[in-house]
Structure formats: C-alpha cells, structure tokens
C-alpha cells in the first residue's frame, strides 16, 4: 500500500511559478513509476507528466518546457515544478503511482488527493 500527500498547490498569476510535491509511503518508492495528472471542471482527467524509477520523463505536449518532474528517492517524494503557467493550467493537480511504467489513467494503482492550482490572466 502506498500512501500519496500533494502539497505546494494555489493561486499564481500567469508567468509565475509553482512547484508541486509529492510525500509517499512505503519502502518501495524507488521501484514505482509517478506521475502528475490533472483535471479541470467538467474535463476528463489527463497526463502532465511521468518519470519512471529510472528517471526517464514524459510530458504532455502543452506542458513541454515549461514543467519539470523529477524525484527524490531518499526522500520517497516527487516534485513537478511548474514556470510560464497559463490560465488553462488552472486544474486540480493528482499525483499517482504505477507499478508498471504507464501513460494511462487507467495504470496508476494509487492516488493522492489532489491540490488546486488556479491561475489567473
């Protein structure tokens, strides 16, 4: 059982920065691929971006060098840092964690409980 604890989440105007973390539980950290989703009202819920336990990444197209996931075994924790955010990044932000290296939704295992991310133009 993993346990996931966003944090780091609110209200920024566009061009600024957040960044986003992660705390996980469990000593199997470091084998499980994360990811960063996020949703926005009345949209489903799509992929930000990934890194699997080796640290290869994935982003999402419209998030391309603008966001940045990396992670922190010792620390059991993933971070997204976020620069240039736009309105339509406004979205409630998910971490999660797979135990096989995935894209989908429908992969992760475990999820936490979300944090807002609103930006205003």
């Known amino acids: 059982q993993v346990q996931l604890v966003e944090s780091g989440g609110g209200l920024v105007q566009a061009g600024g920065s957040l960044r986003l973390s992660c705390a996980a539980s469990?000593?199997?950290?470091?084998?499980?691929?994360m990811g960063w989703f996020r949703q926005a009202p009345g949209k489903e819920r799509d992929v930000v971006a990934v890194?699997?336990?080796?640290?290869?990444?994935y982003y999402a197209d419209s998030v391309k060098g603008r966001f940045t996931i990396s992670r922190d075994n010792a620390k059991n924790t993933v971070y997204l840092q976020m620069n240039s955010l736009k309105p339509e990044d406004t979205a409630v932000y998910y971490c999660a964690a797979a135990k096989v290296t995935t894209l989908q939704v429908q992969g992760y295992d475990y999820w936490g409980q979300g944090t807002q991310v609103t930006v205003s133009s």
């Open positions: 469990g000593r199997t950290f470091s084998s499980y691929c």
């Open positions: 890194i699997t336990w080796s640290g290869t990444t």
